[in-house]
T-cell receptor, first 110, second 110 residues
Framework: KNEVEQSPQNLTAQEGEFITINCSYS?????LHWLQQHPGGGIVSLFM???GKKKHGRLIATINIQEKHSSLHITASHPRDSAVYIC????????????FGKGTKLSVKP | DAGVIQSPRHEVTEMGQEVTLRCKPI?????LFWYRQTMMRGLELLIY????????DSGMPEDRFSAKMPNASFSTLKIQPSEPRDSAVYFC????????FGPGTRLTVL
């Protein structure tokens, strides 16, 4: 059974802290997605990666194919980073067949 | 481009009524996805289309749910008859690699 698991479920940090969210998946995927869901409900795609590392501003995503593990890092966290972060795996050779993790709710305090 | 457009944004209906959710995807993308998000189950893929053809509808919960994509610029998700357990946020998304999500339709079935 294809599964995607995230940890932690909830995370509270102080502004400026370095944050790491982890994602593990059970079987081979063609790509790993990181999504951000704002308190208002909108979902934004942050990264899609199949190997190595990607960086966008203060966000960094890494993936280790052998260990079936991905991490999302936020450097110099800010209260506006408060959101739910969701990882999802593309299975079956199709980018659309996504299996989602349950999400990590991040709250960054000023 | 205005992004993925969904309507209505909110829908409140009574059990047994027919509900139709609408999606206008971003032009230039061949794939369209319908997702459902609930507190209990998180995000789940219901169905996705490629070039207006349904490719995988294994996520559609039961025969009460149906989806169509008559052309590249319009898709509908219909629930008939609706039940309280269908209450959720329904997202439409497009994109072959990075996914672009619509704002969602919050459905409440009383």
């Amino acid at each position: 059974k294809n599964e995607v698991e995230q940890s932690p479920q909830n995370l509270t940090a102080q502004e400026g802290e370095f944050i790491t969210i982890n994602c593990s998946y059970s079987v081979g995927i063609s790509a790993l997605h990181w999504l951000q869901q704002h308190p208002g409900g909108g979902i934004v795609s942050l990264f899609m990666l199949s190997s190595g590392k990607k960086k966008h501003g203060r966000l960094i995503a890494t993936i280790n194919i052998q260990e079936k593990h991905s991490s999302l890092h936020i450097t110099a966290s800010h209260p506006r980073d408060s959101a739910v972060y969701i990882c999802a795996g593309s299975y079956g050779g199709s980018q659309g067949n996504l299996i989602f993790g349950k999400g990590t709710k991040l709250s960054v305090k000023p | 481009d205005a992004g993925v457009i969904q309507s209505p944004r909110h829908e409140v209906t009574e059990m047994g009524q027919e509900v139709t959710l609408r999606c206008k995807p971003i032009s230039g993308h061949n794939s369209l996805f319908w997702y459902r998000q609930t507190m209990m189950r998180g995000l789940e893929l219901l169905i996705y289309f490629n070039n207006n053809v349904p490719i995988d509808d294994s996520g559609m919960p039961e025969d009460r749910f149906s989806a169509k994509m008559p052309n590249a610029s319009f898709s509908t998700l219909k629930i008939q008859p609706s039940e309280p357990r269908d209450s959720a946020v329904y997202f439409c998304a497009t994109g072959e690699r990075e996914q672009f999500f619509g704002p969602g339709t919050r459905l409440t079935v009383l």
